[in-house]
């Protein structure tokens, strides 16, 4: 019965070690796949980002040209008044006149 019980013994101790040698295994397993996922969602979140950093530069590009174009139509419209503000001088020159005396002066 000695003999049984020492077998048991070293039985229950091997099948400890193995168990702790296949946890290692497995914790490392673990902890490179952890390692692998980490680096792909890294990797991931770097390429939201430069996709991010380039809509702001095209928005920045967008804005720039808006500007440009409100300020070329700002200026169109400030040359329009000025040459309708002097067709009206003109128009008010001509109305102001008497027009009996327009044609007197033909």
Do not use: H
């Not at 804005?63 to 309708?84: G, M, R, S, V």
Request: contains cysteine; charged residues 45%; hydrophobic residues 30%.
């Amino acid at each position: 019965k000695d003999q049984m019980d020492k077998e048991w013994d070293e039985f229950q101790k091997a099948m400890r070690q193995v168990n702790t040698i296949s946890e290692a295994i497995v914790a490392e397993e673990d902890e490179e796949g952890r390692l692998d996922r980490q680096i792909g969602e890294i990797d991931e979140q770097i390429e939201c980002y430069r996709r991010v950093e380039k809509l702001r530069n095209r928005q920045d590009e967008i804005k720039n040209k808006l500007k440009e174009i409100l300020t070329i139509k700002e200026l169109q419209k400030k040359e329009e008044e000025n040459a309708d503000s002097d067709d009206e001088g003109e128009l008010q020159d001509l109305l102001s006149q008497d027009w009996r005396v327009k044609g007197a002066l033909l």
